[in-house]
């Protein structure tokens, strides 16, 4: 009869160089609404050896308000220590120690700390899991009516004004939805250099307050919330969704079979240059190989 494999602790890998049920565990907390937060959590803050908090007195009013008492022992673990921090939680880890790592709302790592855990974890083989949970970020896609197939998450735009500018120029032409993170004082400058960058009338919309009791969700135009956001005193925590780029169609056919003859005389065959440029330029390859035919005529 076949040995049978013990059964594994969930998120547990079979093989790790930490002791038996070490490991770390990423736990989402609420981003408002204290009943958004999972039984999951709640057993992690009762349960776990060690709580690695962005702030620990957050923490402790968090669990306060979850009607739980924190029987672990909580440290500081946030973006000015966690360079410090990282080891000494995965030596816990790897000693056995079930190590919580929240953050003061939302999912770890999602601009919050604990990529430098995660990534180093994984290169010394310390088991890392997951309590899933609330995000900002995935909450304001859903209710901003934007599409959500796409997206990508930007958190913060740069402060200084010459890097903001090249990031949303590169951004201006991106497709996806895109998601911002921003403070209360600086939202009408950031809706405004949005509006300059991504055209005035781009849809895009404001979250504020999500799952709170003021919570407020505005949808307009950009030229919109700028107006919007300039009329009253926003206050909250803010996430910015805005409508990718729509495709403009690529009418330059001299140009597209320029750009097939240039890779034509390099050594390619006709038939992949044309699907080169094609997939490039966004065209039909059946059009572009007859005008480049057309044009040898």
């Not at 934007?146 to 201006?172: C, I, N, V, Y």
Request: with cysteine; hydrophobic share 45%.
């Amino acid at each position: 009869m076949r040995d049978m494999a013990a059964p594994q602790t969930p998120g547990t890998p079979a093989s790790s160089t930490a002791a038996a049920g070490g490991r770390i565990v990423l736990a989402a907390t609420p981003i408002g609404n204290l009943s958004d937060a999972s039984q999951h959590l709640r057993d992690l803050l009762a349960t776990a050896d060690v709580v690695a908090a962005e702030d620990t007195r957050r923490a402790h009013h968090l669990a306060q308000g979850l009607g739980v008492r924190i029987a672990g022992k909580v440290v500081s673990h946030h973006e000015h220590n966690e360079r410090e921090s990282t080891q000494d939680l995965l030596d816990a880890a790897r000693a056995g120690a079930v190590v919580a790592v929240v953050t003061d709302a939302g999912m770890p790592l999602v601009s919050d700390p604990g990529y430098r855990l995660v990534s180093t974890a994984a290169r010394q083989d310390v088991p890392v899991t997951c309590a899933p949970g609330p995000s900002a970020v995935t909450t304001a896609l859903a209710l901003s009516g934007l599409p959500t197939d796409r997206f990508a998450f930007e958190g913060f735009l740069p402060r200084k004004e010459g890097e903001r500018s090249r990031l949303l120029a590169e951004l201006s032409r991106d497709g996806r939805t895109l998601v911002f993170f921003e403070s209360p004082h600086r939202l009408a400058a950031t809706l405004s250099s949005l509006r300059d960058a991504f055209g005035a009338d781009r849809p895009a919309c404001v979250a504020r307050e999500l799952t709170k009791l003021h919570e407020e969700v505005v949808r307009d135009s950009l030229d919109g919330l700028v107006a919007w956001a300039g009329s009253k005193d926003v206050k909250g925590e803010i996430v910015i969704v805005t409508a990718g780029a729509t495709a403009e169609p690529d009418t330059d056919t001299a140009g597209q079979v320029a750009d097939v003859e240039v890779l034509v005389a390099s050594g390619t065959r006709l038939k992949e240059a044309v699907a080169t440029v094609a997939a490039a330029r966004g065209v039909s390859k059946r059009e572009l190989y007859e005008a480049v035919l057309a044009s040898r005529t």
